[in-house]
């Protein structure tokens, strides 16, 4: 499995990426030698093995259903690089 | 006054011998002085750090109640959200990006009555090991301004070493604590994860990220961790368990400490020196009784491996938000748009349909413009990566085969505290090394993390302290890693060498 | 070209929001209707650094729902990531459940009062929990307008319900719909209001196509968002016929090398369903569990407190109000699909007229009318249960005749009075027979006519003779006025 320029230009799309020509060709040779190293795992006997998403294993962390307060509006959209005074703003999505 | 210990300073202040307000002056001056070349500083504040410091001074002239850190100044990490106050992450995306709300940390520091010096700098989104990744500037390192502080909690060390703070508030994904206070001299502790909570720390790698203290020494760490320490209901990874007094225990020494040496931390890759000062630290310890035996931990040369590829993919996931619509960096719109609108006519005009389907549609590329401007290198390599391993097909062997053996990290662990107490070892393989060096190739800096990424894998605590320096005077760090929370043994131990040592005292000359 | 028949194959996806009072990651609050963004918080918005806590509330009402589906719970279910960009998914990925769904495996019966289709068992895959995304205001007129972005959707739970394709007509697709929806009124679990978007449906179709060489499957499509039942069903209608044409044109089967499973809007103006555009990439949502969020482990013992805790289903009902009333399957569902209130409302009828059918006939005719008429709910309608029952009583007894019981029944809703009011009131009284004989002696003294043609064998004249009676007295029951006439008749 090593990384080809194709992997890297639909991952490009994928991550929301724009890279130049010139960047495609560096993060291909760049990842391929960091995944030709991750590679290394493939040695290590994982049979039977949980998988470890969590570093601690806690469960059922609830809480209660009751209202807190939200942010005012203006508070809410003050971030925003493009607002009006109800919403956030961004070209047509219509179609999308 | 600014060499004195932080828990010296809050005696210091409760007795009335200085008030915060010329502490905090203090600090201030060192930062005048000394940051221009440091530049371990994002974003300073006098007036309101004054100000802050005033209003506690008032409080306690009142006799009323003042709180644990009774108006000693800390600095913040860039990547810790401050309500009102710019938080950038060191990235151009959060350039303009001012939290409506706190952090749990910061509402506890408040509370404790901290002054908030400043915001410090740090490696773009916690990504990399020597705070050149910064978007805005490089941090130097006090004790050879060519060279590095480690990251990414670089500015937070530097500070410290610098004497522009006395405590400040880092945060470890891989060692981003613990590799900068070796590279800095100082203590940095990364506490077991759900330790401190998470709420309000911008995520890097959320099952890793965990927030600590670093300050001159272990006891300095105690303070601080004290009141950073807790379970917080709004973070659901957060443990629920009460917090010992850290700052009361920290000075008992240990009887009869099991010590573990890592057979696999001393092979090849290790510096000479490092090897030494370490082999020299321990006997530090057997002097003070301490046993040490060799454990061995077989899995932790695949933690790299393993590291670079869920911390990635948990990144990739985390940094989507950053897309420019609901905050932070947008591309300009027009410019954008006219570009593509140019791209589509001359692909029209070329009949090249395949290009056309393939042509981004403008809220595409709103995204993609956004995020190649808003990103730096090294982030968008690791959104690259971390994408590559959770995209179909390649799940099961990259991201799920790197859970499997994270669990076997972890078991290595558990095996070697049965036998000892501490995991004992070098915080570095290498001293810091010169600006520039190595961010030409990205897997050697990954590289660098090879000791400390395990920690955060397994979940577990882990300690830097200074044990040493090079003949060039370069710092040396002595890693302790703990059984999950058992910081308050932890931070005792460390206390302990520090007593029967002079390292952790030792400042680097300012021109 | 040849006309074919096909089987139409439907499997249903139902995004159904759970009535909690907060959103399912934060407290914000997840009322309908509030201006654009005053419901949002650093959670829901994605603010960096914020994290999610999850609502016991959410899962409570989702597990409910689950078993009442006749689900699975596993022991264990966890939270994933689903990744994609869109303006409304502030995090850039949703939270959901991709491998580990919180249940799996049931179904749902429906059936068909007018009993088009037998009663069958809908296989349920899964229900699973995830968050609602915000809302994009487009501007229709003009595609290059901003759309402006809502969230205060975003973070809403949902409960998603995704059916086997068992469903095999636009009548069995509808019975599906409504039983749920009913089932989830029943629980309590949500409102439903679909105009709200409180309940969203995608439908998956395809045909199985009859050729002389076996049945041929046409590609699956899926139709997204259609939010009300004539949408649902126009969608299908014309997608089945849009698929047939397609086939007999291009032939295309499932599977067929670039056949994908295609994505459709519903143009309900243009009353077709167009290609949604699609990148194929978008299908890649790089699902893992997300870090942020614990999983929840649900022990058999919390499984059965909730079944213990569960409201009675409309199918539970419906069985129960035939055994114990003996009513017809068409009545029960009519009182089922009323609601609980009206439930009651009939038994409590039933039990006191002694009269299953008779009260059904009332509640169903007489009382629904009236609620119609009126637009009233149950609550407003003046008769108690009791009072009703002693209307049907009454006309049991063969006190009143049933013309007149419906107006006394009028008359004591419109004033809000007792039976027995109502009938003194109308001056209603049962007439004695000597003083019907009476009448009928008279009349049939009076009507040689209609004496000659009855006795000419045309019975139904001395019909003319009833209308007289009922003018001389009101009162005069119709029937023993018949019969006294033609006795009378016989002996001349
Ligand atoms: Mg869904
Ligand atoms: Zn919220």
Redesign the pocket.
């Known amino acids: 499995m090593s990384l080809t320029r194709a992997d890297v230009e639909k991952v490009s799309l994928l991550g929301r990426l724009r890279l130049s020509e010139a960047e495609l060709d560096k993060m291909t040779e760049q990842l391929a030698r960091v995944v030709g190293y991750v590679e290394q795992l493939r040695e290590v006997n994982t049979e039977g093995v949980q998988p470890m998403a969590h570093a601690l294993d806690m469960h059922n962390v609830f809480r209660d259903d009751a209202l807190a307060a939200?942010l005012p509006r203006d508070a809410a959209l003050a971030n925003a690089p493009k607002r009006d005074s109800e919403c956030y703003r961004v070209p047509a999505v219509l179609g999308e | 006054m600014t060499a004195r210990s932080a828990a010296e300073l809050i005696a210091d202040l409760n007795a009335r011998k200085v008030s915060s307000a010329e502490l905090t002056k203090g600090y201030l001056d060192q930062i005048a002085k000394h940051d221009g070349r440091v530049k371990a500083f994002l974003l300073v504040d006098p007036a309101a750090a004054l100000a802050r410091a005033k209003e506690i001074d008032d409080r306690r002239a009142a006799g009323k109640p003042v709180g644990k850190l009774g108006g000693l100044p800390v600095a913040i990490k860039d990547v810790i959200c401050t309500q009102g106050v710019r938080t950038t992450c060191a990235s151009r995306m959060l350039e303009n990006f001012v939290p409506p709300y706190d952090a749990t940390v910061v509402t506890k520091l408040k509370s404790a009555d901290a002054v908030l010096i400043g915001k410090t700098n740090m490696d773009e989104f916690a990504m990399g090991g020597s705070t050149e990744n910064s978007a805005y500037f490089k941090t130097t390192n006090p004790w050879d301004t060519s060279r590095v502080p480690g990251g990414s909690s670089g500015g937070a060390a530097a500070c410290l070493a610098a004497g522009m703070a006395p405590l400040s508030i880092g945060t470890d994904t891989g060692g981003s604590i613990r590799q900068p206070a070796a590279l800095c001299s100082v203590t940095g502790l990364k506490p077991t994860y759900g330790r401190v909570s998470r709420y309000g720390l911008v995520a890097f790698a959320s099952s890793l990220d965990q927030i600590g203290p670093l300050g001159r020494s272990a006891e300095d760490c105690a303070v601080l961790l004290e009141v950073l320490a807790g379970h917080d209901p709004r973070d659901s990874t957060s443990a629920n368990l009460p917090v010992p007094e850290y700052s009361k225990t920290v000075n008992q020494p240990l009887a009869g400490l099991k010590l573990g040496l890592v057979r696999e931390y001393f092979g090849a890759g290790l510096d000479a020196e490092i090897e030494a000062a370490v082999r020299e630290a321990v006997k530090v310890y057997q002097s003070l009784g301490a046993t040490v035996k060799e454990v061995s931990m077989p899995h932790s040369k695949y933690g790299i491996a393993t590291y670079y590829i869920i911390a990635p993919s948990e990144a990739s996931s985390n940094l989507a938000r950053y897309d420019g619509v609901h905050y932070g960096y947008r591309t300009e719109e027009k410019a954008m748009l006219a570009e593509l609108a140019a791209e589509q006519q001359k692909l029209e005009a070329a009949k090249d349909q395949k290009k056309l389907a393939d042509l981004d549609t403008p809220l595409v590329r709103l995204y993609r413009q956004t995020r190649a401007e808003g990103f730096g290198p090294e982030v968008k390599r690791r959104i690259m990566l971390g994408t590559y391993t959770l995209s179909a097909g390649y799940y099961d062997a990259y991201y799920l085969k790197a859970l499997k053996v994270r669990r076997l990290i972890r078991g290595d662990y558990d095996q070697a505290f049965e036998q000892v107490d501490f995991v004992v070892g070098p915080t570095t393989p290498s001293p810091a090394f010169k600006i520039g060096e190595k961010s030409s190739d990205p897997l050697a800096m990954y590289l660098e993390d090879l000791y400390t990424v395990t920690a955060n894998l397994a979940g577990i605590g882990g300690i830097s302290i200074p044990c040493g320096f090079t003949k060039s005077g370069l710092p040396i760090g002595l890693q302790m890693q703990c059984r999950p929370f058992d910081e308050e043994r932890l931070l005792r131990a460390a206390a302990m060498y520090q007593r029967a040592t002079d390292w952790h005292t030792k400042r680097p000359k300012l021109g | 070209m040849p006309d074919h028949t096909y089987d139409l194959i439907v499997g249903l996806e139902t995004h159904v929001q759970l009535s909690t009072e907060t959103?399912l990651f934060?407290?914000?609050s997840t009322e309908f209707g509030a201006q654009p963004n005053t419901q949002?918080?650093p959670?829901?918005i994605g603010m960096p650094g914020s994290l999610p806590v999850m609502n016991r509330e959410a899962l409570q009402l989702a597990l409910k729902t689950a078993i009442a589906l006749n689900c699975e719970i596993p022991e264990f279910t966890k939270w994933d990531r689903k990744q994609y960009y869109y303006p409304d998914l502030p995090k850039g990925y949703q939270i959901s459940q991709y491998d580990l769904p919180m249940s799996q495996k049931g179904w749902l019966e429906i059936h068909d009062p007018k009993g088009r289709f037998q009663p069958k068992k809908v296989g349920i895959i899964r229900a699973h929990l995830e968050e609602d995304a915000g809302k994009s205001l487009h501007d229709e007129a003009a595609g290059k307008a901003d759309s402006r972005i809502d969230l205060n959707r975003t973070?809403t739970p949902l409960l998603e319900i995704v059916s086997a394709p068992d469903i095999r007509s636009t009548e069995e697709t509808r019975a599906y719909l409504t039983e749920l929806k009913l089932l989830l009124t029943y629980l309590g679990v949500s409102d439903c209001n679909m105009q709200e978007g409180s309940l969203r449906v995608d439908a998956n179709i395809n045909l199985h196509i009859h050729t002389p060489q076996g049945k041929v499957p046409t590609p699956i499509v899926e139709i997204k968002n259609l939010n009300s039942f004539r949408f649902i069903e126009r969608a299908l209608a014309y997608e089945a016929k849009r698929q047939l044409e397609v086939w007999q044109q291009t032939g295309r089967k499932l599977g067929e090398a670039g056949t994908f499973k295609q994505t459709r809007g519903w143009d309900d103006a243009q009353g077709v369903t167009f290609a949604q555009r699609e990148k194929e990439e978008s299908s890649d949502y790089r699902y893992f569990p997300d870090p942020d969020l614990c999983p929840v482990v649900t022990t058999q013992a919390e499984v059965e407190q909730v079944r213990a805790g569960l409201a009675e289903s409309p199918r539970a009902i419906r069985e129960r109000l035939e055994k114990a009333h003996g009513i017809t399957p068409y009545d029960s569902d009519v009182i089922a699909a009323q609601g609980r209130p009206t439930v009651d409302y009939y038994e409590a009828v039933a039990k006191a007229a002694g009269d299953g059918k008779k009260a059904a006939n009332w509640v169903t005719q007489e009382v629904l009318r009236v609620l119609n008429e009126q637009s009233w709910t149950l609550s407003q309608f003046p008769l108690t249960a009791a009072s009703l029952a002693d209307l049907v009583k009454r006309v049991i007894a063969g006190e009143i005749e049933i013309t007149r019981a419906k107006e006394v029944f009028n008359d004591m809703v419109a004033n809000k009075r007792s039976a027995a009011d109502s009938l003194q009131a109308l001056g209603i009284t049962k007439v004695d027979l000597s003083e019907l004989e009476a009448i009928c002696k008279e009349l049939v003294a009076a009507n040689p006519k209609i004496v000659a043609d009855v006795k000419g064998g045309k019975q139904q004249a001395v019909g003319a003779l009833v209308g007289q009676a009922k003018k001389r007295n009101p009162n005069a029951n119709p029937n023993d006025v018949r019969r006294i006439c033609l006795e009378l008749i016989e002996k001349m």
Do not use: A, Q, Y
Request: charged content about 10%.
């Open positions: 939200s | 959103k934060c407290g914000c949002t918080c959670v829901c973070g």
